[in-house]
């Protein structure tokens, strides 16, 4: 959606009876055949908006994408998701949001796409990115903080979710597996992917990517039995602006809270209270060994602490880790 069509869109939603197309013309600096022309723009992606002689324009039905007009009823904060860019298609929300971070974006500016050609996860992974049916955007941060305190984030961002989805999914328990994933009875619903661009001293930026499945009816074959989405546990159709606005709403106090704090202290009663491995046997694979332990609890700046089968305690950092079944 262009610049012009979105100003519309914004100024549409937000009124509450008709705007004149003078009004808009002289508010938007551009000519009254100009508003028409993008109004009928706007009626092509799907909007209903009325026009009537003498009283103007009235919006009567919106498309349900997730662009910063449909988005902006449902934000509570005063900067997260403010800012918002559309894309029907793109490779990734991280990349483009890298970019515009790289060009001075704000804090709080959010990308959103209805699909990715090339969503990514964790080293070089895949996320499969539909069209039409999820939510896939990124956030740029930042942080005025020194870099080893960046990866924190992702629990924290994980914790946010956690909170959104259960304030609108109340009926199914949600579970954080560390150190990125939100899983509904046992399948990922949603992963978070934190890329910096950092000195030692000093984070420049941070774009959090979120990948969340929301309506989303079929599984492809490739994530059988290991992906869900909302739609498939609690057989809802969910509005993707209200739940994008909704993790936005979550993450900006909690954010705000933790750039006052040392560390993740202050919401590891919550991070363990809602962590699928605590106190489970765990066997976490890095890059070039796989850790075996016991999970006991997560450590201030958002480690795994596994009790080994010697007695010693270890704190893990990264790596994949599966629950262990009496085989492995
Ligand atoms: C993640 O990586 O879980 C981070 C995913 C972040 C995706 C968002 S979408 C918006 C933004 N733009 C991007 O390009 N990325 C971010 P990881 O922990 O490495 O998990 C990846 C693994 O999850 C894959 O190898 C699959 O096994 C599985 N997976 C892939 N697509 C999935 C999906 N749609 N739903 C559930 N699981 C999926």
Same mark, same amino acid.
């Given at each position: ?59 009567? %039905?919106?498309? *349900? /994408?997730?662009?910063?007009?449909? !988005?902006? +009823? ?5 900067? #997260?998701?403010?800012? $918002? ?32 050609? %090339?969503?990514? *996860? /964790?080293?070089?992974?895949?996320? !499969?990115? +539909? ?5 896939? #955007?990124?956030?740029? $941060? ?187």
């Amino acid at each position: 959606m262009n610049e012009l069509s979105s100003r519309i869109l914004c100024r549409l939603t937000a009124a509450d009876d008709f705007l004149s197309g003078e009004d808009l013309s002289v508010e938007l600096g551009v000519t009254r055949s100009a508003v028409w022309k993008h109004v009928d723009l706007l009626r092509k992606e799907g909007y209903q908006i009325e026009a009537v002689t003498g009283r103007g324009y009235r919006l009567t %039905g919106l498309t *349900g /994408r997730p662009v910063e007009a449909e !988005v902006a +009823p449902f934000l509570t904060g005063g900067r #997260f998701g403010r800012k $918002l860019s559309y894309h029907e298609a793109t490779l990734s929300t991280n990349i483009l949001a890298k970019a515009l971070a790289a060009e001075g974006a704000p804090e709080g500016s959010v990308v959103v796409a209805d699909c990715q050609s %090339g969503g990514r *996860g /964790r080293m070089g992974r895949t996320w !499969v990115s +539909p069209p039409g049916v999820n939510l896939y #955007f990124s956030l740029i $941060l930042r942080p005025k903080l020194p870099s080893f305190r960046v990866p924190q984030l992702t629990l924290l961002v994980a914790a946010a979710i956690h909170r959104a989805l259960s304030a609108l999914v109340p009926e199914i328990e949600v579970k954080i597996k560390w150190p990125n994933d939100l899983l509904l009875n046992g399948r990922k619903v949603c992963g978070v992917l934190c890329e910096m661009q950092s000195e030692p001293d000093l984070a420049h930026f941070v774009v959090v990517g979120i990948g969340l499945n929301v309506n989303q009816q079929d599984v492809p074959p490739e994530l059988q039995g290991r992906a869900t989405s909302l739609f498939l546990e609690s057989n809802r159709l969910f509005s993707r602006p209200e739940l994008l606005a909704t993790v936005l709403n979550h993450l900006e106090p909690l954010y705000d809270a933790w750039l006052g704090e040392e560390d993740l202290s202050f919401i590891l009663p919550y991070l363990e209270e809602h962590s699928l491995l605590h106190q489970k046997e765990v066997a976490i694979d890095q890059l070039n060994r796989t850790v075996r332990g016991r999970v006991s609890g997560i450590g201030r700046s958002g480690e795994l602490k596994l009790e080994q089968e010697d007695g010693q305690t270890c704190l893990i950092s990264s790596g994949e880790a599966h629950l262990r079944t009496a085989l492995s």
